[in-house]
């Protein structure tokens, strides 16, 4: 059974810093597409960052995130990373890994339509 495991969340004051990691369990294929979502009460789901776990192509990042927070994968590619550097108040969200692999020729496409496994969620909390 295919299955998110991630770690990493908790409280940090504003300018701080979190990784969070995702482990990738349970898959047959080699090539997944591997991000970060993130969901505030209130507030519509938001793709953080995702990548391709195999190939080296340039990952997406939301504008509210870039040049803040860095994804990157472990190889062999069943972890993915969200380093999050210079944490603001609004970064503070359920964060939720999230992969595919059915339609990888899209990736890092950020479509949530695309996204078939989900994380249960890790919390993240910003105080200014």
């Known amino acids: 059974q295919v299955r998110l495991v991630e770690s990493g969340g908790g409280s940090v004051d504003a300018g701080g810093s979190l990784r969070l990691s995702c482990d990738f369990y349970?898959?047959?294929?080699?090539?997944?597409?591997l991000g970060w979502f993130r969901q505030a009460p209130g507030k519509e789901r938001e793709a953080v960052a995702t990548?391709?776990?195999?190939?080296?192509?340039?990952?997406y990042y939301a504008d509210s995130v870039k040049g803040r927070f860095t994804i990157s994968k472990a190889n062999p590619g069943y972890t993915v990373y969200l380093q999050m550097d210079n944490l603001k108040p609004e970064d503070s969200a359920m964060y939720y890994c999230?992969?595919?692999?059915?339609?990888?020729?899209?990736?890092?496409?950020?479509?949530?339509?695309?996204?078939?496994?989900w994380g249960q969620g890790t919390q993240v909390t910003v105080s200014s």
């Open positions: 349970g898959s047959t294929f080699s090539g997944i597409c």
């Open positions: 990548l391709y776990n195999t190939i080296n192509n340039t990952p």
């Open positions: 999230v992969a595919h692999a059915h339609l990888i020729g899209l990736c890092p496409d950020p479509s949530a339509s695309l996204f078939h496994t």
